[in-house]
């Protein structure tokens, strides 16, 4: 992800390793670093879902990701206080619900409530972001989307943390091979308080999968 914050870039990798059990039921685990203005590179936290697809048909797949945020974020900040980590271990909760052929309807949701005070002595608030997407199957192997996206955070015990987002969103995502999905997105903020912190981002996605693939569709968000 390259986030524009003032007149500076900050740089994201994130990566994505997927261990299908069966078409219907996939591990998955999520890892990034950032490259920060000032030219550190601090890790962001992982997240660890399953997806279920509780509907899998031709025009219609519904898929839950129950799973766990880890406070990796923290780590190289010496384990104190960062936006980027919770420093606590939070319950994890997306769902993403795609409609149509070869148009594609997408809306995703995440939602992530610490229960606890971490290492860094504050409980954040509930953190969600809901996705609604158009997409469009490019050949047999990509997909095209372009939507909006809406993010928040409520604040945390101490009374601080509250951010609100809204943004304009685009991206697009080839299978370059049965194992390996990569991706680019844009992601341009309309609304955002009570600061605003970046003016536009653009990021690249891959997704790897281990063992013998069971199918994916790829026209979500993540």
Known sequence: MLGIVGDEVAAQLALRAEAPITRAVVPSLVASVQRRPDGKVVFRDMVATVGVRVVDQDTLTVVVRPGLRIPTGGVAEGLVFTPLSTASLDPWLAADVVVGADWLFVASAQ??????????DRRQGAYGRV???????????GVARAGVSSIGRLRDDRGQGAFHEVAAVAGISFDVHKRVSLGGNVRVPVLMGPTRSYLAGAGLNATWIVGKPAGADHATSE
């Open 111 to 120: 939602v992530q409530t610490p229960l606890y005070a971490g290492w860094d």
């Open 131 to 141: 996705d609604l997407q158009v997409a469009r199957r490019v050949g047999d192997r």
